[in-house]
């Protein structure tokens, strides 16, 4: 079963400006990760964060957690083009396997 | 960093046959492999696990007589999908976490995904 919900679902915004996917999850973690997928391509790891961390960053990536509400968000900044792709969050660690969010489908408009 | 490879990339069957997919962990060693489907515009949703020398666990819903794993070494891991029908339509896509990696690493190592279409 899926772990939450991605916010909002789809994106559209133009080059340049910044975007904010929000996700939530139901249960305790160890740690959250992000992962992109390009239209029928494989996942990419973005960054994964711990649940000891409260931000983190990876260049244009920040990744921002908040364990007491059971959230995390990504924020692209001075988005491209390229960054035309699905957002995912996950949970799960170690042996266990990934449960994933809804995903967000985010459209950068050149 | 680790790779996860999946062979076919990419394939188109009739109705009625099987098709095998691969999941190779490239340059270490996986006791356990998962196994993901992702429909159009959905995300990932677990089918099973995959356990070297033993069998695999299967999600709720999932067919184990129908999807056959078998998880034949410690970099090798085959999904078949038996008596495939146009619903079996969908993204496959495995991974496998690095348990020999750094302690505290937690990321798994995701597969290119092998498409699948049954017509």
């Known amino acids: 079963s899926q772990q939450g919900e991605e916010d909002p679902q789809a994106l559209s915004i133009q080059e340049g400006e910044n975007a904010t996917m929000n996700c939530s999850y139901k249960?305790?973690?160890?740690?959250l990760q992000w992962y992109r997928q390009n239209s029928g391509r494989g996942l990419v790891h973005l960054i994964l964060i711990r649940s000891n961390e409260r931000e983190k960053h990876s260049g244009r990536l920040r990744v921002t957690l908040d364990t007491s509400k059971k959230s995390s968000s990504l924020l692209i900044t001075a988005s491209r083009a390229a960054d035309t792709a699905s957002y995912f969050c996950a949970t799960g660690s170690g042996n266990t396997p990934l449960v994933f969010g809804k995903g967000t489908r985010l459209s950068v408009i050149a | 960093g680790a790779v996860v490879s999946q062979h076919p990339s990419w394939v188109i069957c009739k109705s009625g046959t099987s098709v095998k997919i691969e999941c190779r962990s490239l340059?270490?060693?996986?006791?356990?492999m998962f196994w993901y489907r992702q429909f159009p515009k959905q995300s990932l949703m677990l089918m099973a696990t995959s356990n070297e020398g033993s069998k695999a666990t299967y999600e709720q819903g999932v067919e184990k007589d129908k999807f056959l794993i078998n998880h034949a070494s410690l970099t090798l891991s085959t999904l078949t999908v038996t008596s495939a029908h146009p619903e079996d339509s969908s993204f496959y896509i495995c991974?496998?976490?690095?348990?020999?990696?750094?302690?505290?690493?937690?990321?798994?190592?995701f597969g290119p995904g092998t498409r699948l279409t049954v017509t």
């Open positions: 249960t305790s973690i160890n740690n």
């Open positions: 340059d270490f060693q996986a006791t356990t």
């Open positions: 991974s496998a976490p690095n348990l020999a990696g750094l302690v505290g690493s937690y990321e798994q190592y």
